[in-house]
């Protein structure tokens, strides 16, 4: 567990994303559940990482401590050099806005918008203009293959460019890291296919790191690293 | 009902950066618009009404052949209305008043949203 964030030590690249001695406790009632046990972890600028493990293992928990979403018991998250812990909600919001991208395994578009609405909005949130904004989010849906739905609302859309568009609302504010939990995990064979493909390509196109939860092993042997996590422990995996 | 309908898409906006400010302001704004048009199309109504309602009730009386207030009986057969334009401004004032007011409770429930559990229950 501590071992692997020695292994990427060797790189001299500062760690984008960095958790130490991360635990998280869950209390139920008068019961405790420890979810993660002093998990360590560092990402360097463009690296992929997979981590796998059996379904209430505490992957989705890590990728929340991760993503600033909850809060740990226990230990710290280092994004940018700051202490994830150390900041309040709306400033952890600014740096999720900042240096963060989510994709989950539903796409979680809004239904009411258009795509390019969609990839548009977290640059409006971040104070972009509209116009800036718009120009940006059409060039990020050229990228993912989208170049011709940008009009096209969710509804209209398959299941593998909703997950496309839902890629490019990750990639548009130009992340440290963008965090992926099961993003394959709702499409068919072959989409899950092109879906890997093309996270591929924009993770070696762009520099940033990719940390993806994922029960694919096929999905997971594609990454640069791979992890498991087994009774709340980060192992090599 | 609409912050329950909406849980997923306030998540994703935290998600995103999205402030509960941001969160609040955008179910205030959108449950004080539909009381602003609420409003609008119910003094227009309430206009119309008063202005024609004594040509409504003779209508309606005909339409059932009977004398809703017969001046046997009362000294006034039929209905009288007066508009008054301060009544209409006071009642749009009290109207989006009320439907500001309610936007609270849901915008504050909204801005409390936590998108970790939300999303993770999608």
């Known amino acids: ?35 993660l046990v002093d998990v360590n972890l560092q990402v360097v600028p463009g690296e992929q990482v997979a981590i796998v493990g059996s379904s209430g293992s505490g992957k989705t928990t890590l990728l929340n ?113 963008v965090l992926l939990d099961e993003p394959t995990g709702n499409l068919d064979r072959h989409t899950a296919l092109e879906i890997r493909r093309l996270m591929l390509q924009l993770n070696d196109s762009l520099s940033t790191s990719f940390i993806v939860v994922t029960h694919d092993e096929s999905l997971a042997a594609s990454m640069n690293r791979k992890l498991s996590l087994e009774d709340g422990k980060l192992v090599d995996g | 009902m609409v912050v329950a309908d909406k849980g997923a898409d306030i998540a994703i906006l935290r998600t995103m950066g999205a402030s509960r400010r941001t969160v609040m302001g955008i179910f205030v704004v959108q449950g004080f618009i539909a009381g602003i048009i609420g409003t609008v199309l119910g003094a227009t109504l309430g206009v119309l009404l008063t202005l024609n309602i004594s040509r409504i009730t003779a209508a309606i009386e005909q339409l059932v052949n009977l004398t809703l207030s017969p001046d046997s009986i009362y000294m ?40 970790a559990a939300v999303l993770r229950y999608e």
Request: charged residues 20%.
């Open chain 1, 1 to 35: 567990m501590n071992e692997e964030s020695t292994d990427t030590s060797v790189t001299p690249q500062a760690p984008v994303l960095e958790c130490r001695h991360l635990s998280k406790v869950y209390e139920e009632g008068p019961r405790k559940v420890q979810v």
């Open chain 1, 65 to 177: 401590l991760l993503g600033g979403l909850d809060l740990p018991t226990a230990g710290q998250v280092i994004i940018a050099g700051r202490d994830m812990a150390g900041l309040d909600e709306k400033a952890r919001g600014e740096f999720r806005n900042r240096y963060l991208g989510f994709v989950y395994q539903f796409h979680h578009l809004l239904g009411e918008f258009t795509a390019l609405e969609n990839v548009c909005m977290p640059l409006l949130i971040g104070g972009m203009a509209v116009r800036a904004a718009s120009d940006k989010a059409t060039v990020m849906l050229q990228r993912v293959g989208l170049a011709e739905r940008l009009e096209h609302k969710p509804s209209e859309l398959s299941g593998g460019e909703r997950q496309r568009v839902a890629i490019a609302r990750a990639l548009v504010t130009d992340p440290r890291c």
């Open chain 2, 76 to 115: 006034i057969s039929y209905l009288q209305s007066e508009l008054r334009w301060i009544d209409v401004l006071v009642v749009c004032f009290a109207a989006l008043l009320i439907s500001f007011l309610a936007t609270l409770y849901p915008a504050w429930r909204a801005a409390r949203v936590q998108p």
